[in-house]
């Protein structure tokens, strides 16, 4: 069974700072990883995807793609009290994507 | 361009019953998925449908079904409705091609609740 494990948190941040969130996956088939933000009660918003290894920026977010250790990663530089959220992670594999459960970030001012 | 639109919004029912919901992608994507979220099991797939066709399917009982019509809108169906089938049913829509750039785009969500 594939699976895509995330701590759930709370993981909580003063503003201003890095706030690193990670995901691991188990299936070696796994093409493309993406990060979604998710605010409570809303649907979840797409923040960037990665599917080579290495670092992918965009504005304040970057995210990290280990393959070979099956790990990817998002962090979010100069963390504002608005980015507090949950943060999916989801694996793109044989047209079908896994989410992991999420973890919830605090961000306090 | 207009994002994904789900109807309704909002929905009450009661066990026994069934619902079908709605869901109008992007246009020009052909790929329409759906997952039920609940607070306990997080985000869940349901099915996906591509050109008309179910083309994956995730492992929920057949109380749940789903369709898609040649424009790419696509219901779902769940019939015998049991309290546990309170969620958030959210659909996403794609291009729906093979590359690993195929990036899905969610709608709003039906918040469905079952008494």
């Known amino acids: 069974q594939k699976e895509v494990e995330q701590n759930s948190g709370p993981l909580s941040v003063p503003e201003g700072a890095i706030a690193s969130l990670n995901c691991t996956y188990s299936?070696?088939?796994?093409?493309?990883f993406f990060w979604y933000r998710q605010y409570s009660g809303k649907s979840p918003e797409l923040i960037m995807f990665?599917?080579?290894?290495g670092d992918k920026e965009d504005g304040r977010f970057t995210a990290q793609l280990n393959k070979a250790s099956q790990y990817v990663s998002l962090l979010i530089r100069d963390s504002q009290p608005s980015d507090s959220a949950t943060y999916l992670c989801?694996?793109?594999?044989?047209?079908?994507?896994?989410f992991g459960g999420g973890t919830r970030l605090m961000v306090k001012p | 361009k207009a994002g994904v639109t789900q109807t309704p919004r909002y929905l009450i029912k009661t066990r026994g019953q069934q619902v079908t919901l709605s869901c109008s992608p992007i246009?020009?994507?052909?790929?329409v998925s759906w997952y039920q979220q609940t607070p306990g099991q997080g985000l869940q797939f349901l099915f996906e449908?591509?050109?008309?066709?179910?083309?994956n399917k995730g492992n929920f009982p057949g109380r749940f079904s789903g369709r898609q019509f040649s424009n790419s809108r696509s219901e779902m169906n769940v019939s015998t409705l049991e309290l546990g089938d309170s969620a958030l049913y959210l659909c996403?829509?794609?291009?729906?091609?093979?590359?690993?750039?195929?990036?899905?785009?969610f709608g709003p969500g039906t918040r469905l609740t079952v008494l």
């Open positions: 299936d070696r088939g796994s093409q493309s």
């Open positions: 990665i599917y080579s290894n």
């Open positions: 996403a829509s794609s291009f729906g091609s093979s590359t690993t750039t195929d990036t899905q785009y």
């Open positions: 449908y591509f050109s008309e066709t179910q083309r």
């Open positions: 246009s020009g994507h052909r790929s």
């Open positions: 989801a694996v793109h594999a044989g047209n079908m994507l896994t």
